[in-house]
Structures are given as C-alpha cells and as structure tokens.
C-alpha cells in the first residue's frame, strides 16, 4: 500500500502535498510548520504508520516503534486519541475495540493480536496504566506534557513511583516523540530539546527522534544550552510550499477571510459586557467562541449568558472537568449547531488542535502565537468567504500601558503589549493578512544533564520527598493536582480499603486553590498502606488527592470552583492500591517453585530479546544472567516464612497459590537478598542491579526504611529492607542447571566508600549510570525488560511470552 492509498483509506482524502513529502522523504523532519486547520496531526500519525509498516526495510527498521504524541493540553488529546483509533480502525490495524457511532475505544477490548497498534492514553489514574507491558509492540501513546514529560524524567505524574523507571526507560528508546501546538508548552518546550540532546550524549539502545510542529513555529525556539540543530534536529524544516496553496482544498483556507475588530470595552471581571456582545451578535444556526484566558473569566461569562432569555445553545469548556463532563461539553461544542445556533465559551483548551469553526470569535487580548492560533478557529474552512461575514473581536487587557494597575497573568505585559499593536493595525486576520511570529520563546527553566543525572535514582530523601521536576514541565503559574471525591464524612478518614482513583474521578486543580483551602485531603501513603492526611503546604505538582464529597468544589456543569458546596462523586470500581511491598503484575497465584518460575522468565527474556534484535544483543547474556538469579533470594527463611499453609510439597517455593501472610520482618526485600548473592557469587555489576531493581524497589542505594524492625540481638548489626547482615540463604536450585550455593548475606555492601569486598553498592551503581556504555537510559530500558518477562511467566507460567513482530 502506498502512502496516498493509505492516508485516503483511514481519512476519506487525497493528502495534501506537503502530507506526501512528510511520509514519502528520505528522512522524517525534525520541525514540521504547517498553519493550521492544515492536517498536522493525520499527517504525522499516518506518515508514522506507513513508514513503520509499508514502507521499504530500510525506512521500517529506522522507524521507531513507538509514536509519542505530546500535547500541552488535556483536551487535545482525547480529540487525538479518536482520531488515531478511527484511523487505525479503517486500515484493520487498530488493536482493542473502536466504536464507530460513539468514537469509544478500549485498548484492552477484543483479540489480543501482537501484529495490531494499540493506542494509549497517558493521562493518570488506572486506564492505559499497562502499556508497559508490551516493549515490543508497536504503540501509539498520547498524553499531555505534564503525564508525558514527567515519565521521560523519570518521576510519573499520578501513578506508582515503582513503575517509574520502567516508563522512563520505554519513553527514553526506541520512540518517535511528536511535540504539537509547542507554542503553549512553556518551558516543557525546552525540556523536549533538552531530551533530545541527553539521549545523543548519554546514549540509547535504539533510535529516538523528535519532531516539533505549530503554525507559529520558529527554528530558535528550539536553542537550548545542550540542543545541537545540526545532530538533534537535523534536516531542513518542513513547510507548506506553492503547490500546497494551490490545492483545491487549501486554497479557500488560505484564502479566507476574517474581519477584525475591537471591542468596545476592555475585559471585565463579571463577564456580563462579554456575555452581552456574544449574544447581540450571535446569528442563529451558526457557532460563536468566546476563547478568554481564565477559567475564572470563562466561568463567569458563562453565568452572565445563562441570564439572557430565548439563548442559543451555550457551552462551557476549559481544563477544570471531570474527563466525562468535559467529554459531553466538548462534543456538543463541535456538534453541528441547531437551529439557534450554539455558543461556546472557552479558555486555551480550543486554542489549538480542537477542529471547529465559529463565523464569529470574540478573544481576549492574548500573545500574538496565540491569537494566530485562535484565529484558526474563525471560517476555519474557508466557509463565509462568499458572504464576506466571518468576523473576530478582540477585547482590550484592563489598564495596559499602566503597570501599576496592569495584572497580566497568564502572560507578561511585553507580549500583551506587542500583540495590541499588532491587531491595532489590522483590519482583517486572514492567513495572507497575518505577519510572522517574531517573539523569541523565553524560557524561565532548562533542565540540566546534572538534573537528569540526579532523577535516575528514585529513593525519597529521608524526610520522604522527591525532587520537585515541575518547573521543567510547565511554567510556573501553571502547576496542577489532580483531586476526586469520596463519600467520607467530615467526622471520619478514610478506610485504607478505599480505592484509588479511575481516571474518570480526576479533575485538574489549580496548586494554589488547594493549597490555600481549609478541607480534608489525603494521598496514598504506600509505605504506611493508608490514606495518609495532606497539610496544604505539603502538596505539590502531580499529586492525587482525595476529597470529601461533603465539602464540595465542583459542579458537572461549571467544573471545578472551590465553592460548590457538596460534589457528587463518580461511580467507579477502582483497583487496588500498591503498598512498598506489593506488585501485583508479578503475583501468579498458583504454586511455582524457585526453577519453574525462573524457567519461565529466562524464556520470556528470550522472547522478548528475539523480537527486539539485533539493538540488545551485547546485553543477551546479562539479561539472561539476571533472570536465571532474579528470585534467588526468595529462598530466605523470611520470605519462606510467609508462605500460606498447605503447600503441596515441601519445596523452596517462589510463588504460592494463596496470598501469602505479612512478612515477619516488615520491608522485607527478597530482590535484595538475590543481588547481594550474586556479587558474593562472582556475578558482574550490571546483573545484579538488573535482579535488585525488577521490582523498581531497590535500585541505586540500600537503605533501611523508618518502620523496618531492628536486630534486638546486636543493635549494631546491619540491617536494610528486611534483610540482616549475615542472614544465610540456604543452597537452592535457580533451573537450567545453575545452583545458589549456601550463601551468608554481607550488608557492608551498604556503607559508603570501599569495603571487605571493594566498592560500595552506591558506588558501583553510579559507575553504570555514569559509564558511557549503560548511562541512566539504557540502564532502565533494561530493567523493564527483566521486568516484563518477570511479569509475563507471572501472569502465563505455560507461555514462553515471546511475540515475534515483524515491523
């Protein structure tokens, strides 16, 4: 199949030239600057599906099996979630199941083929939590920068901090990254560059791309301290070309015409002359956008309307709903409007990537990339040029010129200013009318390669916190949590069987509204197994937090507002919560003993090295080495000890068939107790950090953690997750052949500096992350590989877990 038959098979359209160099080039471009409304989206989605599954060997081994499509807003990426599932569903190649009348898609739904593309939401909460498991498959996954960008640095916003470097590792190799609308990314902006060069200078296993697009894209927004344009983003940029203006379809887009005017008032605070103005010049049957720059100013416009008589259809959509709420709001946003016609009322969520076209937009003053953006959704098609009627009104930012009183969040006064005297010569906001963008990008953060360095290790500091990456993801006014609400009475906690959120409950929020509410909130606490009580100065970006439903917040038809008073939540079953002990992938519930399950890993291992050569073939031996020990410590009397009653024989088992009781020794680590075998067995560096970190629990530092019980025999015995120093791991059978001779377990491993057996585990640790052969990608790309296929025998002990995919 060629490119055209496939982009007019999944589209119903011819593609447009510069669609057809996209796919078609010797080299896939690393800047992608088409205006909007253009088909950026179709473009590189499609192109990425042709080049990786119809075009020539060459292109399909350079084309990475994972498209990463990040985008700098929620909204954004449910729109391209359906597209790229509607799509994919036309060219048989969807993997799970698409609705075609509803645009539901579950990826977990139907036949399980390996040969099929699955596409993942990144966006918290349970759904599309195991896209990890399949490293091997080809993938699309689309999520906001704060989800997307937070896993690539290794600290996921709203999941378990232990599956943190298997996401980091999957999203650091063997991926296209696409970075769409970059003009509203902020300072995410600059981590992506940045991304991009820490991957050339500390090396991956496979190939990783990335390519930025806008409409209003300019080459040097794109210069941060470590990016090389000529290595990082090499190639000329792709951009609309004279045969792409002529194009039947193209050219009434091209030629469209948007008259502009301002306002006779400057922005209020109550909303009512805005809300006034849309509905004087609102013409029945047709669409109208209010895009303001707050939700607060959205909210409030939105009530001033709902006051007027005989209303159009109005709607309110920003970021601040429920994932159901928005949905319903947004599609009767882009619904075809009644007879009456339908006003929207909107923040940035429409801004860009949305497809809809209003006859008539009234906008705040915005910076000028914006406002270009903003325009794109004004006789968007090309429409109203015949009766010459598609019109934009821009309203005035109160007290401009004044700095005193001027108050510009979310933008600086200079881009306000700059963006003014723009329109103020403008009578018409047409793209021949438009200048270029010419603003540099400022950036108030850059990530720095010490920065990523430090994000390898994941192990809290010992008051428990992280570091704080959020200045690298957005800009600083931005930040966000993410809440839901339960039925909790305010004169009760919440009981640990509560479960964790679907990402259904979620609802975006502002930091600064939490942290300055006088309410109830709680996050799992996975060490304690509880919902441990939030101060308001202790939250921080990326958080889940639960609410009482009694206290309120939100409203199914404004969203979040901080004084509704009671939320109904939604009803979901949840799923389980992780505590430091539990990793539910691996559990197999069905007796297994320390060789039948090794057995199965060691092929799973296989498998999955088959399918992805030749780029893991020098780390084969290691992987396997790794898998043969992984469980070795299982045979530890502790772990042994937990084993339920009535085990069929007496073995040394690794997996048992009941849940197995609490260990004695709470923490208790049995992927400890393995690795430290193998270094006192000869085994290199590299193995035993692979068998220490498959449970992402133990990883470049051994530390004992606050409720662990300490030896009462000797108060200066070593201890650390359950292990102590010189506990005997008796001699047991690993399969294939290979025995774990009786072993005394030596924790100096654990001090700092050089010990009775060299060099510490930190130290040894930080010379992989740091040797130019391993370096913190690689490093993780390969722990998740242990860990799938640890997974993997779990979950099927019978299967050799091995999909062989031919790209």
Known sequence: MNFRDLFEKATGYDPFPYQLRLADGDAWPAVLAVPTGL????????????????????????TPRRLVYCLPMRVLAEQTERCAAGWLSKLSLLGGKFDVKTRAYDPWAGDDDPAKIRVHMLMGGDVDRDWDRYPERDTILIGTQDMLLSRALNRGYAMSRFRWPMQFGLLNNDCLWVMDEVQLMGSG?????????????????????????????????????????????????????????KHPVLQPRFAATKKLERAPFE????????????????????????????????????????????????????????????????????????????????????????????????????????????????????????????????????????????????????????AADRLSKLTDVGPRSLPAVTAPMEYTHVIRRKDLIDLFDTTPD?????????????????????????????????????????REELCTVP?????????????????????????PNAVFPGLMLMLRACEGG???????????????????????????????????????????HTNGVV???????????????????????????????????????????????????????PKMTRYQRPGFRHELSSAIAMLLNGHDDLAAYLTAAHHGKVRLSIRSLPHEKQPKDDPQRRFARGIWDGDVLPASDLGGGVTLPETALDLSFMELGDGPRGKSWLARMLSLRDDPEHGPFRLAYLEALLRVADWRASGDPSADAGEEVQP
């Not at 697009?213 to 927004?221: D, K, P, Y």
């Open 462 to 502: 010992l008051a428990g916190a992280d570091i704080d990456i959020s200045r690298f993801i957005r800009d600083t006014d931005d930040h966000d949590v993410r809440v839901f609400w339960r039925d909790v009475s305010d004169k009760e906690e919440p009981s640990p069987k509560e479960p964790s959120p679907a």
């Open 267 to 418: 922005a209020t605070d109550d909303g009512e002359a805005e809300a006034a103005l849309a509905f004087s010049r609102h013409a029945p049957g047709s669409r109208t956008l209010v895009v303001v720059n707050t939700v607060k100013r959205a909210q409030a416009i939105y009530r001033a309307l709902g006051k007027k008589k005989h209303l159009p259809d109005v709607v309110l959509v920003h970021s601040r709903f429920r994932p159901g709420d928005r949905k319903l709001a947004l599609d009767k946003l882009l619904g075809e409007p009644g007879e009456c016609g339908t006003i929207g009322v909107c923040t940035q969520v429409v801004e860009a990537g949305v497809d809809v076209s209003a006859k008539l937009l009234i906008t705040d003053l915005a910076p000028w990339a914006a406002l270009v953006q903003r325009f794109g959704r004004c006789n968007r098609t090309g429409e109203y040029n015949d009766s010459q009627s598609a019109s934009v009104v821009w309203i005035e930012h109160p007290s401009l010129r004044d700095d005193k009183k001027l108050k510009p969040a979310p933008y600086l006064a200079e881009e306000l200013r700059e």
């Open 189 to 245: 902006l600059a981590t992506t560059t940045q991304l991009q060069a820490f991957r050339r200078k500390l090396g991956t296993t496979s190939s990783v791309q990335s390519t930025w697009m806008s409409a209003t894209l300019r080459r040097e927004w794109l210069t941060t301290v470590d990016f090389d344009a000529g290595r990082d983003a090499p190639g000329a940029p792709l951009e609309i070309s004279d045969a792409d203006k």
């Open 511 to 535: 930091i600064g509204e939490i942290r300055g509410a006088k309410r109830g909130m709680w996050r799992w606490d996975h060490l304690g197994r509880q919902w441990a009580k939030v101060r």
């Open 39 to 62: 088909g950026k989206t179709a473009a590189t989605i499609l192109g990425w599906v042709w080049r990786r599954r119809f075009g020539d060997e060459k292109t399909r081994r350079q």
């Open 554 to 596: 939100y409203s199914r038809e404004i969203g979040w507002t901080a004084k509704e008073k009671v939320t109904e939540p939604v009803r979901l079953p949840g799923r389980e919560n992780e505590d430091n002990d539990s990793d539910r992938d691996s559990e197999q519930r069905e007796w297994a003993t320390i060789p039948e």
């Open 603 to 657: 092929n799973a291992v296989r498998g999955l090295l088959d399918c992805l050569k030749p780029d893991l073939e020098r780390w084969r031996p290691t992987l396997l080495t790794a898998a043969r020990w992984h469980d070795g410590g299982k045979a530890h009397p502790i772990f042994q000890g937990a084993m339920p009653v009535g085990a069929p024989r007496a073995d040394i088992w690794a997996k048992s068939k």
